[in-house]
């Protein structure tokens, strides 16, 4: 029997130590659930640790008692998406929506088991507004919108946001569907001391990518994998335009090293060098910029650099989306108007307290100063107001209003994964060998100009497309809508893309087969 009370013990002791080390407000959050606040993020622990600490001393301030948030991060926002997706359709399948109004489909809290979603960009939140379909027994689709208006007055907008404009974007959706909380830029992250061993200046636009001298030095992650880096070269082909920037893409991908399935890992491997220079979220390539730094070392003394190249970066704002038929949408409103105070702006730019330089950061509302308590987390603020009076506190001093691209999209993102994927990753090896075939004969002011005309135009040529009715279209702007349109047919896509890889790398071995001949 003693030994049992024992193992009993021992048991209950390793059960608990890990509630024992929770922070204080969140052990004491524990005895009610009435105040937990469920969200669902792709945001790194370290912002979901800030978040959560100073929004649970903010709702005591506000609301007089205990609040906490139970995070949940199932995976990237692709993942969350299609997560939010499959919740929605098993509770209209089970009969918890209200039809009665097809245009504003209605259910009762707790439908779904989350009640915001907090970051990712602004294309997936407006994915969640435009929500799923689905045909009740009236026959008749109807859409779900898997967000809800945040139902914010005008004035309260206008005394956060100002004017709804970054760049070519806006700051929130007009119906409130989505809110800016943080703003992500898509910029170059890069090595110094490597750049300087070959001789190659930092960059200061995305055209040093297509250097010929960081051939083998450029890493890029997958588009097809990585939403931010689609939106990235989305933002690049929309800015230079149809030709230049598909010449732009085409050979910065043949200077790559190689291509990465995760959107984190060029900064990373940039930063032990592994890569000379590739693209990255900002606060991906300043959060290795930072990681890298020695004890009390300024980060402009960082070995990493990181650049949003001014006029042509784009500029996104990173939303919360009140999620439809959360078990607590009181709270998540209040979570949505916290995360646009002074005191959660500041969280995301100004230095943290065991960082000597948060010493000097102003007081907040509650006399305490403004900022994270543990972690820099080298991201911009959503509200201009917060550059016009803390911009001197930022540890960026980079404004993303003066940055930010005015180029709309020109609405070529959905051709990007298939075809990168066609002309580059797929066929990565027979690609680097034309390039450095074309990049030779460049070079030799005796190869014969003809020929080298005629690799130029097989290098960068680009594949027709037969539609199933036999019209042939060739990849121009003008065929993208009908092109993308084919594409919806997964049989008819995957033989394009067979089809397509098969042309590039004909066209690059018969590069490379010119220059040998010549």
């Known amino acids: 029997m003693t030994f049992r009370i024992v193992i009993f013990l021992a048991l209950a002791l390793v059960l608990g130590v890990p509630f024992a080390m929770r922070p204080a407000e969140e052990r004491g959050a524990q005895v009610s659930t009435a105040n937990t606040l469920v969200v669902v993020t792709p945001?790194?622990?370290?912002?979901?640790?800030?978040?959560?600490?100073a929004f649970a001393r903010w709702h005591e301030r506000h609301y007089h008692e205990p609040a906490r948030i139970d995070w949940r991060q199932p995976g990237g926002t692709s993942e969350i998406i299609k997560q939010l997706e499959a919740q929605y359709l098993a509770a209209a399948k089970a009969g918890r929506f209200d039809f009665s109004n097809p245009k504003n489909p209605t259910c009762p809290a707790g439908t779904v088991g989350y009640d915001a979603?907090?970051?990712?960009?602004?294309?997936d939140h407006g994915r969640l507004k435009t929500g799923i379909t689905f045909k009740p027994d009236t026959g008749q689709d109807v859409r779900i919108p898997m967000s809800m208006p945040a139902g914010f007055t005008q004035e309260q907008l206008d005394a956060w946001y100002g004017k709804n404009e970054l760049g070519a974007c806006t700051l929130y959706d007009p119906e409130q569907y989505w809110l800016g909380t943080a703003l992500s830029g898509?910029?170059?992250?890069?090595n110094k001391p490597l750049l300087a061993r070959l001789h190659v200046k930092e960059p200061t636009s995305f055209e040093d990518l297509a250097n010929p001298a960081l051939r083998g030095w450029v890493v890029f992650a997958d588009p097809r994998q990585s939403g931010s880096i689609a939106t990235t070269l989305d933002a690049i082909l929309s800015f230079y335009g149809w030709d230049k920037g598909w010449k732009l893409l085409r050979e910065s991908c043949a200077n790559a090293r190689y291509f990465s399935n995760s959107a984190p890992r060029p900064p990373i491997d940039v930063s032990q060098g592994e890569?000379?220079?590739?693209?990255?979220?900002?606060?991906?390539?300043?959060?290795?910029?930072?990681?890298?730094?020695?004890?009390?070392?300024?980060?402009?003394?960082s070995r990493v650099g990181?650049?949003?190249?001014?006029?042509?970066?784009?500029i996104d704002a990173d939303p919360i989306s009140l999620l439809r038929g959360g078990p607590n949408p009181a709270l998540a409103k209040r979570f949505a108007e916290f995360c646009l105070t002074d005191e959660a702006q500041a969280l995301w730019q100004f230095p943290a307290a065991t960082d000597p330089r948060g010493s000097t950061n102003p007081k907040g509302e509650s006399g305490e100063p403004l900022g994270p308590e543990r972690n820099n987390l080298r991201r911009m603020p959503a509200r201009r107001a917060m550059y016009e009076k803390y911009r001197q506190h930022f540890i960026d001093q980079a404004d993303p209003f003066e940055l930010a691209s005015k180029t709309k999209p020109a609405g070529w993102r959905g051709t990007i994964?298939?075809?990168?994927?066609?002309?580059a990753i797929d066929v990565q090896e027979d690609m680097q060998h034309a390039w450095a075939a074309l990049l030779a004969a460049r070079a030799n002011p005796n190869f014969p100009k003809d020929t080298l005309a005629r690799m130029e135009s097989l290098f960068y040529s680009?594949?027709?497309?037969?539609?199933?009715?036999?019209?042939?279209?060739?990849?121009?702007?003008?065929n993208v809508k009908a092109i993308a349109a084919a594409w919806k047919d997964p049989m008819?896509?995957?033989?394009c893309e067979i089809q397509y890889t098969e042309f590039f790398r004909a066209q690059y071995r018969a590069v490379t087969a010119l220059a040998k001949s010549n």
């Open 306 to 314: 990181y650049i949003d190249p001014k006029g042509s970066v784009y």
């Open 117 to 123: 979603m907090l970051g990712g960009g602004t294309y």
């Open 492 to 495: 008819f896509k995957a033989r």
């Open 417 to 423: 994964g298939i075809m990168m994927g066609a002309f």
């Open 186 to 190: 898509f910029g170059i992250v890069f």
């Open 275 to 301: 890569a000379a220079i590739g693209l990255a979220i900002d606060f991906y390539g300043r959060g290795q910029s930072q990681a890298v730094l020695a004890p009390h070392q300024d980060p402009s003394e």
């Open 43 to 53: 945001h790194v622990p370290q912002i979901q640790f800030e978040f959560a600490r």
């Open 462 to 478: 680009w594949p027709t497309t037969t539609l199933a009715d036999g019209k042939q279209l060739p990849f121009t702007p003008e």
